[in-house]
């Protein structure tokens, strides 16, 4: 049954703590999008409100990995990377197993400036001839159109890929600045269902730019030991809509107490 709506109390900065913080990559991205909502979060333990798990893509997450860890364990490269000449093949270490598991460990970066050790779980990790290591994020999706990465909202993926690279270089690694997105995309074409859904795949490079993210995590870390809430977000929906519905219920509130005041007061008078 639903739990409802539950104010976090585990996780939360605790400015006198003796432990570093741990911040997880979409922490910084939230950050990135609203400050207050970062704060109402990390500090407060208000998290946006929760919605139901993208499953169907993280079954075709979890074939993709078990399909690229067949190539991984022969030392070779997918068909794919050999169709788009990528000179790489899927990365075989030992820590490979700790850095994707995004709930609990990751790429864990311990960053000095901050005092914060800021941590994320990648999809995969290639090698190129060059030893540099190379990001790869899967995504999924079902449209029409060729997929690609340039909607106002894929801008995220590509910070996604960016803050890894960024960790990876924290901790010493050697980083490719090309990034791969295997984006599979379920086809609707089809003349029956069939209990099939057949997939194009395709990989798209992108070029990562960390330069944001030293100063982002700069402002992240200064936002969290501050005792003072960050203003509302006027691009951010949920600060909008918190803004609105709070600003509705005092108006009704006020109200409801003026002609509650009033009905007591015409008892009083015996009318």
């Not at 330069?211 to 003072?228: F, K, M, Q, T």
């Amino acid at each position: 049954m639903p739990k409802g709506y539950q104010k976090r109390t585990r996780n939360l900065y605790d400015p006198n703590a003796s432990e570093p913080f741990r911040v997880s990559r979409s922490k910084i991205d939230l950050f990135h999008e609203c400050e207050r909502c970062f704060y109402l979060d990390v500090r407060l333990g208000i998290p946006r409100t929760s919605f139901p798990a993208f499953t169907l893509n993280n079954a075709v997450d979890e074939l993709m990995k078990r399909e690229f860890d067949t190539h991984r364990a022969k030392n070779e490269a997918h068909p794919l990377m050999k169709h788009y000449k990528i000179d790489a093949v899927p990365l075989k270490d030992p820590r490979l197993e700790e850095w994707r598991d995004a709930l609990r460990r990751g790429i864990q970066y311990h960053h000095k400036p901050t005092g914060i050790i800021f941590r994320g779980g990648v999809d995969d990790i290639w090698v190129n001839s060059q030893n540099e290591l190379i990001v790869v994020d899967y995504k999924a999706t079902s449209k029409k159109e060729e997929v690609n990465i340039d909607g106002y909202w894929q801008q995220g993926y590509k910070r996604q890929v960016e803050i890894y690279q960024w960790l990876l270089r924290g901790i010493g690694e050697k980083v490719s600045k090309i990034a791969y997105f295997v984006y599979v995309n379920g086809k609707s074409d089809a003349k029956a269902f069939d209990g099939r859904l057949e997939f194009e795949v395709k990989i798209i490079p992108h070029e990562g730019d960390t330069s944001w993210i030293d100063p982002l995590v700069g402002e992240l870390a200064g936002c969290l030991r501050s005792e003072e809430v960050p203003k509302p977000n006027p691009t951010c929906e949920y600060c909008g809509y918190r803004e609105a519905a709070g600003k509705e219920l005092q108006a009704r509130m006020g109200t409801a107490k003026k002609a509650s005041a009033e009905k007591s007061s015409t008892s009083t008078l015996g009318i």
